[in-house]
T-cell receptor, first 113, second 114 residues
Framework: DAGVIQSPRHEVTEMGQEVTLRCKPISGHDYLFWYRQTMMRGLELLIY????????DSGMPEDRFSAKMPNASFSTLKIQPSEPRDSAVYFC???????????FGPGTRLTVL | QKEVEQDPGPLSVPEGAIVSLNCTYSNSAFQYFMWYRQYSRKGPELLMY????GNKEDGRFTAQVDKSSKYISLFIRDSQPSDSATYLCAMSARWKQGAQKLVFGQGTRLTINP
């Protein structure tokens, strides 16, 4: 299995631009999680899905952030408009059932200038 | 106050030393305790997993949970340069629809010097 796949691996954009991050979870996993990691705040859960349905988006910082999961093998996290404070590493993780083990992707390093 | 507190370090020790990493937490509902290891420019990966209080050993790694003190530890024996990474503690309580929402510590950056 290829593991969780994220793209792009690096993204540099200018303030105000739209950014779309992509994730392909491990096949058969029912749960998908989006995290953000910064030096100041560590690893924070933004949103998670169960069987493609958003369950908890209380970690989404503001309306500029949105996430979708149109099918079991694909999810997107969109930031519109982007701001410099959104610069961080964004991780996608998936989990098979109700186990606590989450499998993380390699992350997308986002820089907003 | 954060739900989970972890000293971010950095921590630097010589090869072969015993390493102790710790986290404290405030939410008594947490019942699953994990340690993730994150190498530079990589995603975190699960290293150890325990449920409730007690010890768990896996090779050179030992995880301890003291729920009465709300304190967890990870010990690394005979540390190796390949153990150099950031170690994150994570905890969870039951969550709706059965998913385990994880709350992570800040992570401790560890370097093992040859």
């Amino acid at each position: 299995d290829a593991g969780v796949i994220q793209s792009p691996r690096h993204e540099v954009t200018e303030m105000g631009q739209e950014v779309t991050l992509r994730c392909k979870p491990i096949s058969g996993h029912d749960y998908l999680f989006w995290y953000r990691q910064t030096m100041m705040r560590g690893l924070e859960l933004l949103i998670y899905f169960n069987n493609n349905v958003p369950i908890d988006d209380s970690g989404m910082p503001e309306d500029r952030f949105s996430a979708k999961m149109p099918n079991a093998s694909f999810s997107t996290l969109k930031i519109q408009p982007s701001e410099p404070r959104d610069s961080a590493v964004y991780f996608c993780a998936s989990s098979p059932t109700t186990t606590s083990e989450q499998f993380f992707g390699p992350g997308t390093r986002l820089t907003v200038l | 106050q954060k739900e989970v507190e972890q000293d971010p370090g950095p921590l630097s020790v010589p090869e072969g030393a015993i390493v102790s990493l710790n986290c404290t937490y405030s939410n008594s509902a947490f019942q699953y305790f994990m340690w993730y290891r994150q190498y530079s420019r990589k995603g975190p990966e699960l290293l150890m997993y325990t449920y409730s209080s007690g010890n768990k050993e896996d090779g050179r790694f030992t995880a301890q949970v003291d729920k009465s003190s709300k304190y967890i530890s990870l010990f690394i024996r005979d540390s190796q340069p390949s153990d150099s990474a950031t170690y994150l503690c994570a905890m969870s309580a039951r969550w709706k629809q059965g998913a385990q929402k994880l709350v992570f510590g800040q992570g401790t950056r560890l370097t093992i010097n040859p």
